[in-house]
């Protein structure tokens, strides 16, 4: 099987690591992985903040770089949630109304694609370390995302996943919102990593690296003995 993969913003520029295991992941799955150099951004930072016009301008060319009818995996279910439930309002009826309909068909967050599509749920990855695990707002509530993420978590080794209360709680970010109300949205971070914290677990573990990002820095700033690391990275541990 050939698969795309989208590589959003947030990994692009922050965690580009995070985007390399993904697709050493792939490949040792015996997927052949496509990436197209030219994508960029999917829009959905324009579209949340109401610049429409912009929003489908990004948008156009984010389906024109994706032409093929083949598998779109990515590592943020916020990106690919936003991809697959709002290009709806800016293609619909437009010239390019089938293409973003087979985009919406093919593009998948990627432990949904590796547990539903590829199915494969051991990629013997080996993680010694107490986890728990925060299920991001896009992730269950926009994309749909079920036990995936925890299926692929079970079967690395020496990794013990801990639940924490609240766990599907906001943890605050929600992009703009952290800028606009940045006093709630602090105060969010706050509740997530004591939450965390009190599961005596030494990582917070998520699909998506936005949620990540903004615990991480609450937990910086207050020197939390606590970290952040994105589930493709836990993934991409002990075997390379």
Not at 66 to 87: I, K, L, T
Not at 122 to 149: I, M, N, W
Not at 187 to 195: C, D, G, L, Q, T
Request: hydrophobic fraction near 40%; proline fraction near 4%; aromatic fraction near 10%.
């Amino acid at each position: 099987m050939v698969v795309d993969v989208f590589i959003p913003c947030f990994i692009d520029q922050m965690y580009p690591q995070t985007g390399i295991n993904m697709v050493k992941i792939l490949q040792k799955a015996k997927l052949k992985v496509n990436y197209n150099p030219n994508q960029t951004c999917c829009g959905q930072m324009a579209f949340n903040s109401g610049f429409m016009d912009e929003a489908k301008a990004i948008g156009e060319k984010f389906i024109k770089d994706f032409p093929n009818d083949r598998p779109v995996v990515g590592p943020s279910a916020s990106c690919v949630g936003y991809v697959r439930n709002y290009y709806q309002q800016l293609f619909h009826n437009t010239a390019l109304h089938n293409e973003y309909k087979q985009l919406k068909r093919n593009i998948y967050e990627f432990t949904d694609f590796m547990v539903n599509v590829a199915k494969v749920l051991d990629v013997g990855a080996e993680f010694p370390h107490k986890v728990t695990f925060h299920d991001s707002c896009a992730a269950t509530r926009e994309y749909g995302l079920t036990d995936q993420p925890r299926l692929l978590l079970s079967k690395v080794k020496g990794l013990q996943l801990i639940e924490m209360e609240e766990r599907s709680v906001c943890c605050g970010f929600g992009g703009t919102f952290s800028v606009k109300h940045e006093a709630i949205s602090v105060a969010m971070a706050k509740h997530k990593v004591e939450n965390a914290l009190a599961t005596g677990a030494e990582y917070i573990v998520s699909t998506d690296a936005s949620c990540l990002m903004h615990q991480q820095a609450y937990i910086s700033k207050n020197n939390i003995p606590l970290k952040t690391i994105h589930l493709i990275d836990v993934l991409a541990s002990g075997w390379e």
